[in-house]
């Protein structure tokens, strides 16, 4: 179930950057994909 969420997320920032031109929210995505990839490889 948790690894789950974690592919959802994963899936809306990818479409959230593709929705955004703002330099700012496309830092802010990037920061917020890196950390669920790194709980992601902590819970394995």
Same mark, same amino acid.
């Given at each position: 179930?948790?690894q789950? @969420?974690?592919?959802d +997320?994963e899936h809306?920032?990818? !479409?959230?950057?593709?929705h @955004?031109?703002?330099? +700012?929210?496309r830092?802010a995505i !990037?920061h917020?994909k890196?950390?669920?990839?790194?709980?992601?490889?902590q819970?394995?």
């Amino acid at each position: 179930m948790y690894q789950r @969420t974690l592919n959802d +997320f994963e899936h809306g920032f990818e !479409s959230a950057m593709h929705h @955004t031109n703002d330099d +700012f929210e496309r830092e802010a995505i !990037s920061h917020l994909k890196k950390s669920v990839k790194e709980r992601r490889t902590q819970n394995l």
